[in-house]
């Protein structure tokens, strides 16, 4: 149980594209998820607290136009990245809120051209 | 902030051998949970504890929450290949938020 996906695995795309992750739980409905960046070997940074049916709230210095987040039914969230740049490439990684756990998706690796 | 002080930052170590990994913090933690980090793959939980004085076995995987209720220490007993990775530990502090706060990671290498 407790499972967490997460499409693409991974995404190539130009510099000035949109991205969108998706970020699903499969087993289990969350009203609650985060989404995470995470640099080579370093840990996780949150970047922003998805709330279904409201507005996420991002974390300081995380740009909200930049990373739109829309969480629209307990099971779905979604991280767009709007206007990549190489700079935004990383690991993306989602997670849901169960009781009093969060799990994880497997990542998303995005590249920007 | 709040921080997660986890160490050591890397084991070198033959298979066989028992590992010993924890994290500290200055502020107390409602919960602590650690996980285990595959490269390319998102954290799998191996262990969540609850309570101040918890310990809580996973196979061959054990934990505890610290009394004070600032730290948390997580053991492998006869590590094997596959118990390769990077774990971290995570809280959630006191106070209500939802957030998780991790540690650095610990990164486990292991010798046949």
């Known amino acids: 149980g407790a499972v967490v996906s997460q499409h693409p695995s991974w995404v190539i795309c130009k510099s000035g594209t949109s991205v969108k992750i998706e970020c699903r739980s499969l087993?289990?409905?969350?009203?609650?998820m985060f989404w995470y960046r995470q640099f080579p070997k370093q840990s996780l940074m949150l970047m922003a607290t998805s709330n279904e049916g409201s507005k996420a709230t991002y974390e300081q210095g995380v740009e909200k136009d930049k990373f739109l987040i829309n969480h629209a039914s307990l099971t779905l969230s979604t991280l767009t990245v709007t206007s990549a740049h190489p700079e935004d490439s990383s690991f993306y990684i989602c997670?849901?809120?169960?009781?009093?756990?969060?799990?994880f998706g497997p990542g998303t690796r995005l590249t920007v051209l | 902030g709040q921080q997660l002080n986890q160490s050591p930052q890397s084991m070198f170590i033959q298979e066989g051998e028992d590992v010993s990994m924890n994290c500290t913090s200055s502020s107390i933690f409602n919960t602590w949970l650690w996980y285990k980090q595959d490269p390319g793959e998102g954290p799998v939980l191996l262990i969540a504890l609850y309570k101040a004085g918890e310990l809580t076995s996973n196979g061959r995987l054990t934990a505890q929450f610290g009394i004070t209720r600032k730290d948390s220490f997580l053991n492998i007993s006869a590590s094997i290949p596959s118990d390769v990775g990077i774990y971290f530990c995570a809280g959630q502090p006191q106070g209500g938020s939802e957030k998780l706060v991790f540690g650095k990671g610990t990164k486990l290498t292991v010798n046949p």
């Open positions: 997670s849901a809120k169960l009781y009093n756990e969060q799990f």
């Open positions: 087993d289990f409905q969350a009203t609650t």
